[in-house]
């Protein structure tokens, strides 16, 4: 049974190749390229039984239908790349968002450390809390194309204590400033982040690729050539369509599907700046004396000097 990564809601639009994600890659991209592949051959087989001999009566016929085969591949060919470099450019793109996010929330951190207690350990605690929640549960509302509920609720938690500050010194007015600022940049990359999580080419250009690409199949099926490299060349040419139209819907969704943008940057933030330390106390106090006793100066440990008595010269 396939794996239910659910639909993103109608309301906040999306994309009719949704239903791809649900699969492994390598199932999607044999399915693609075989459906390709299966519909020229089948083609090509009833053109040759129905109206391959009328289409054919001339025998200057073949070099038109290459011709305009050529100049269509042309074309489509163009229309193919131009999305493939569209959605890997927002690919691209949106990673860079996550990046930069993961910047702010570190940098963020750092900047709620010079804060007093116990304002200190509050932001601290909500800027962890989000960082978790954004890790464990709402990355995986994104994969499945909703947009997270709780990352709004725990922004507005942290700025709603960050504003109930009141600096009293220069340097606290200058570091209350500092993290307002970055918590303003946390808040709009977070939303761009969010904004992507619907994104996707619309349906009416798939529609429009497909009609192309069946077009280009059937200039392929009225071509007028031995019945195995008539075989062959389609295929060669149904697979290529096939391969560049399946990485077009892999990637029109960066946070879909197994080719998605995960929260490993995040994670390697809250792991390395954000997580506390949970070993007990105790064991926290053992391990301090123990450093303690190790960092002890060697010349505090060196035994005193034995003074053995003098003897007395004899005087002459």
Request: aromatic share 10%; charged share 20%.
């Amino acid at each position: 049974m396939p794996e239910d990564r659910g639909h993103a809601p109608a309301k906040y639009g999306g994309s009719m190749m949704y239903w791809i994600y649900d699969y492994p890659n390598w199932i999607m991209g044999l399915l693609f390229v075989a459906a390709f592949v299966v519909v020229t051959w089948i083609g090509i087989f009833l053109t040759r039984a129905t109206v391959h001999s009328w289409f054919h009566r001339e025998s200057r016929a073949n070099e038109m239908v290459g011709l305009a085969l050529s100049s269509y591949f042309v074309l489509f060919g163009l229309l193919l790349g131009l999305l493939a470099v569209a959605t890997y450019q927002n690919y691209s793109n949106v990673g860079d968002i996550v990046d930069k996010e993961a910047s702010s929330v570190s940098a963020l951190y750092r900047d709620f450390s010079a804060y007093p207690q116990p304002i200190r350990r509050q932001l601290q605690a909500a800027l962890r809390e989000y960082a978790r929640y954004t890790i464990e549960e709402g990355w995986e509302q994104q994969r499945k194309g909703i947009l997270p509920k709780g990352e709004p609720d725990r922004s507005g938690a942290i700025a709603k204590t960050l504003l109930t500050f009141e600096p009293s010194t220069e340097a606290e007015k200058i570091v209350h400033a500092e993290a307002l600022r970055q918590s303003t940049r946390r808040i709009e990359l977070s939303r761009a982040r969010m904004s992507n999580v619907t994104l996707g080419l619309p349906a009416v250009l798939w529609w429009v690729v497909a009609f192309c690409a069946l077009m280009n199949v059937v200039l392929i099926w009225i071509q007028d050539m031995e019945i195995h490299v008539h075989l062959i060349l389609g295929a060669v040419l149904a697979s290529m369509l096939g391969a560049v139209i399946f990485l077009i819907a892999e990637l029109d969704n960066p946070f879909r599907g197994e080719v998605s943008i995960g929260p490993e940057s995040i994670a390697r933030v809250y792991e390395t700046v954000m997580k506390p330390d949970e070993s007990p106390p105790e064991k926290a106090n053992n391990k301090t004396e123990d450093a303690a006793k190790t960092a002890q100066p060697e010349a505090l440990q060196v035994d005193t000097p034995r003074i053995s008595p003098s003897v007395p010269r004899n005087r002459k």
